[in-house]
C-alpha cells in the first residue's frame, strides 16, 4: 500500500515542514505565569473582589477586618479565609495593630494583573 506522502511533491512537502517550525521561546516564564495564576484566582472569586472593592473604598485605602464581616454577610472564620487567599497572592498587605488586623491593597499589584491582561499578543 502506498502513503499519501509519497504522491505529494518535493514542494508540498517542504512547506509542510516549514509550517511546523517552533515558535520560539516563551514570552512569559513558567515562574511568572505560576505567580500570575495565583493572584488570578485569588481574585477570582465575588467575595474576594467584594473584599478588595471595600478595602479599596475605604478611608486611606485600609480596613480593619472587623469592618469586613458585616458588609460580606459571612463569618469571621470565611472572611479570615478569604483576607488570608489575597495575602498570599500579594495582592493585599496584613498590618496588625493591637488586637485588630488592618487590609490595604499591595501598591501596584492590581495594577501588575490588569497590565498583564492588556500586554499586545
Known amino acids: 500500500m502506498t502513503s499519501v506522502t509519497e504522491f ?3 514542494r508540498i512537502q517542504e512547506d509542510q515542514a516549514s509550517c511546523c517550525t517552533p515558535a520560539g521561546a516563551p514570552v512569559m516564564s513558567a515562574e511568572r505565569a505560576a505567580a500570575l495564576a495565583a493572584q488570578f484566582k485569588a481574585v477570582a ?6 473584599l478588595i472593592s471595600i478595602i ?8 480593619c477586618v472587623c469592618d469586613l464581616i458585616e458588609p460580606l454577610d459571612l463569618g469571621q472564620p470565611t472572611v479570615s479565609h ?4 489575597l495575602v498570599d497572592a500579594g ?4 498590618e496588625k495593630r493591637g488586637v485588630w488586623a488592618y ?15 492588556a500586554e499586545p499578543k
Open 56 to 63: 479599596s473604598a475605604s478611608e486611606g485605602a485600609e480596613a
Open 82 to 85: 478569604h483576607l488570608k487567599v
Open 45 to 50: 472569586d465575588p467575595n474576594r473582589l467584594r
Open 8 to 10: 505529494e511533491s518535493p
Open 91 to 94: 495582592i493585599l498587605r496584613r
Open 103 to 117: 487590609f490595604s491593597l499591595v501598591p501596584g499589584a492590581l495594577d501588575n494583573l490588569a497590565g498583564v491582561l
